[in-house]
């Protein structure tokens, strides 16, 4: 693609914002860490093997001096495309490395043995454990002043407060994995590293209205699920602080509000009117992070599909699942297709709306625990978005709640952990629910793997599918069903979490590393596929790790293979 067709995209995607609900904050306008001839020169050119990799580097100088010193190397070769070799050299000169943005920072609050260690009573997985409680010290990220002070000169946004990052590429702060972050934290009593990363969050909502996928200018535009307000509620659970939580209480309801007004849709079903929320992001330009893979993705089509298929795969990495054929929308069908018929802002997920249903309940609390009179705003809601996610996701004779298709107005059935998310949320308004969602579970077929539930049951080499398994969805599988009242799903609940945990444990003895997603074949090993390779570190699998150890620590075992529950 020429640069004036990629400017003319440019104003495109600008004049969308006319039409978004609520106050959207603009893309991100750098012309060198978002748009214009220095990314594209520099990404096409394929000068490193991760597209993030530029885009993470810091200027030596002002953007305008470097943007002088492009133009004036670029006007020396036909076409202004400058030789890789000498773009090497302009970038070797006007860029730092990755990482200057950080100074080197252990959290004050680490100790050794935190409590719940007592509690597990196998001693190689306890073992395990303090190791697992040992790598947030080096998960552990400040920002340096400089960013505050020169943020001209950086892709990273500055937030105050130090934090745990992911690990590997993901060398900045993350919005969803924080939930699991933190929840392993605040077990391994490290309350005020905890507290410090969700003022961060805190930040980014008064700052831009909303929480971005991550600390990058480049995802300015876009979100991750919205877990803050239940980083807030397992903060408070650990410390009944209400001063915090009666603080943080307004910034939570400001980003409730953008959902609403910006990622939720009027749907009429049978007769009644519906609002259901889906991700949708309306930027019609590649990702910066990864752009020459969206660049060839989009080769060969109308300059109107290649926006909205960038627009999707945006979409797609707002959910979370980037990417997977949950999100593919072929000849109307769901699940048929390649990355290049993803349409993630054309599903209703189920997931995020248990979510937010969750969300709702839990603002009505906090309303309630400070002892006002807005809990009933939020009880409402959560009615509404109840009989909603019952009337449009819900199938009783399958027993499972199903993403919503707006093109074809009709459910998708095939499996993903997310069809049991409001069993996680408690979103569901009769018992047998429950019972059905085990059933549904049982005869699935994604119990038949040794290492955990794939994230779908399609091999479609993205990441999001089989046979890679997700922390969190494994957490949230577990966690919803533990909290049925029936032996059958408890004992299904710890089933899963043996499973998970011996995983975790087999992938560590064999390369002493946490990863950030698993094969659910073989004897523990890492998971693949996608856009890069899989990163090591990892902190929400630590987070769920510990939170599973916690749970469970009487009865796991480290020894002799879990049962494997077969329909």
Not at 250 to 266: A, C, G, I, T
Not at 286 to 306: C, M, Q
Not at 457 to 476: F, I, R, T, V
Request: glycine share 8%; with cysteine; charged share 25%.
């Amino acid at each position: 693609m020429n640069m004036s067709n990629l400017k003319a995209l440019c104003f495109l995607s600008l004049a969308l914002f006319a039409s978004v609900k609520g106050d959207v904050p603009p893309p991100c306008d750098s012309e060198i860490y978002c748009t214009g001839p220095i990314l594209h020169q520099v990404q096409e050119a394929k000068l490193f093997d991760d597209d993030k990799h530029f885009v993470d580097m810091k200027l030596r100088s002002a953007p305008d001096d470097v943007l002088s010193a492009f133009r004036n190397l670029s006007s020396k070769f036909p076409n202004t495309t400058i030789p890789p070799v000498k773009l090497e050299e302009f970038l070797n000169t006007s860029f730092d490395q990755p990482g200057t943005e950080f100074e080197s920072w252990a959290p004050p609050d680490w100790h050794e043995k935190p409590n719940f260690l007592s509690g597990i009573a196998d001693d190689k997985l306890r073992e395990w454990a303090e190791k697992i409680h040992g790598l947030w010290k080096s998960l552990g990220r400040k920002i340096h002043s400089d960013v505050k002070d020169h943020p001209e000169l950086y892709s990273q946004i500055y937030t105050p407060h130090p934090v745990v990052v992911p690990g590997g590429r993901f060398r900045e702060l993350y919005y969803w994995d924080s939930y699991w972050v933190i929840n392993g934290l605040l077990l391994s009593e490290m309350t005020d590293t905890a507290h410090g990363m969700i003022q961060n969050f805190l930040y980014l909502v008064n700052r831009y209205g909303f929480v971005p996928n991550g600390g990058r200018i480049y995802y300015e535009r876009r979100s991750q699920p919205p877990f803050l307000t239940l980083m807030v509620e397992s903060y408070y659970q650990a410390t009944k602080d209400k001063e915090f939580l009666r603080a943080a209480l307004p910034v939570l309801e400001v980003e409730y509000q953008f959902w609403m007004e910006n990622r939720s849709v009027d749907l009429e079903l049978n007769g009644k009117q519906h609002v259901l929320n889906r991700y949708y992001v309306e930027v019609g330009l590649p990702r910066p992070e990864s752009y020459l893979d969206d660049l060839e993705l989009a080769e060969g089509l109308t300059d109107g599909k290649k926006e909205q298929l960038w627009m999707d795969l945006k979409t797609g990495a707002e959910s979370g699942w980037d990417f997977t054929s949950r999100w593919y929308i072929a000849d109307g069908s769901d699940n048929s297709g390649t990355l290049r018929d993803t349409r993630t802002s054309q599903i209703l997920p189920a997931d995020l709306n248990a979510l937010l249903c969750r969300n709702e309940k839990t603002l009505a609390s906090f309303h309630r625990l400070l002892g006002d009179d807005s809990a009933a705003v939020y009880d409402q809601a959560a009615a509404r978005r109840l009989e909603a996610i019952e009337s449009v996701l819900w199938d009783a004779e399958r027993g499972a709640w199903f993403d919503y298709n707006l093109m074809t107005r009709s459910k998708n059935f095939e499996f993903y952990p997310s069809n049991l998310g409001p069993i996680w949320a408690q979103c569901y308004s009769q018992p047998e629910m429950g019972e059905k969602a085990v059933q549904y579970l049982k005869g699935s077929g994604a119990l038949q793997f040794p290492n955990g539930v794939p994230t779908s049951l399609k091999e479609s080499g993205q990441q999001w599918d089989y046979p890679n398994a997700w922390p969190p969805l494994q957490h949230m599988l577990i966690d919803g069903f533990s909290k049925l009242p029936s032996e059958d799903a408890k004992k299904l609940a710890f089933d899963l979490a043996q499973r998970w945990i011996k995983t975790n444990w087999l992938a560590y003895i064999k390369y002493e590393a946490m990863f950030e997603k698993y094969d659910v074949n073989g004897d523990g090993k890492p998971g693949g596929g996608g856009e890069y390779e899989v990163q090591l570190g990892f902190g929400w699998t630590n987070g769920v790790a510990l939170q599973l150890l916690d749970q469970y620590g009487a009865t796991l075992t480290s020894g002799g293979r879990p049962r494997i529950m077969l329909e």
